[in-house]
């Protein structure tokens, strides 16, 4: 199944992001990207699809990652008002932000097609 490079540095940025959420005392190591990866490729195989998609990824990161997420205490009283399910969409969110998907950059791609 194939993995574009601009899926696989974002999953490999967002995972890195996932230590730098506030509130997070331990976030996701390099492991935890190499699994988000795979599970990416097995998601999209059991799709019908011989390639990954930034759904895939964005769909599977709280599933892959989100067991290996340690908060810190005031992160955890700060959001006592929500649900774990909550929390964790938080989170994700935060690391999105931190992580954007990346997109092509299809004017280097058309100038070099061009010249």
Do not use: K
Not at 39 to 66: C, K, M, Q, S
Not at 84 to 97: D, G, L, P, V
């Amino acid at each position: 199944v194939y993995v574009d490079d601009l899926v696989q540095r974002w999953i490999i940025r967002l995972v890195r992001a996932s230590r730098d959420v506030e509130g997070v005392a331990v976030g996701a190591s390099v492991r935890g990207s190499l699994v988000l990866e795979q599970t990416a490729r097995a998601w999209a195989l059991l799709n019908d699809r011989g390639y990954v998609i930034p759904e895939d990824v964005e769909g599977l990161f709280l599933p892959v990652v989100g067991h290996r997420i340690v908060f810190r205490p005031s992160f955890l009283a700060e959001t006592r008002h929500l649900s774990a399910h909550e929390t964790m969409e938080r989170f994700r969110s935060q690391c999105i932000a931190l992580a954007p998907r990346l997109e092509p950059d299809w004017r280097s791609d058309t100038a070099a097609t061009a010249g």
